[in-house]
């Protein structure tokens, strides 16, 4: 797990994401999984932060600071997995683009 992100980071092996990705039975996570995992995640991340604004603006006994620190993961969580859309997009893009 990305400990900044609090996203899973891929695993080290370069043949896991290979065998997860052709539908074996093997441990490892597809890609689709990944990526629900993911974003369930992140949305996961807002929620929190959303909470954490709302506790402190009702008086709640929440430290600013540690309100700010959950924001600013939650944007950084999310402009990262926009990232990954757009790439995602580009590359959907090219392959349509692509002459047989």
Do not use: C, W
Not at 13 to 32: N, V, Y
Not at 80 to 100: D, G, H, P, S, Y
Request: glycine share 6%.
């Amino acid at each position: 797990m990305n400990p900044i992100l609090g996203i899973p980071s891929l695993p080290p092996s370069p043949a896991a994401p290979l065998s997860g990705l052709a539908g074996s039975s093997g441990s490892a996570k597809s890609f689709q999984e990944f990526l629900t995992d993911s974003i369930h995640q992140v949305n996961a991340m807002q929620q929190d932060a959303d909470h954490a604004v709302e506790s402190l603006f009702t008086g709640g006994d929440t430290n600013p600071a540690e309100v700010l620190t959950a924001v600013q993961k939650a944007d950084v969580a999310f402009r990262m997995m926009l990232q990954v859309r757009n790439k995602m997009v580009q590359a959907f893009e090219e392959i349509q683009n692509l002459r047989i």
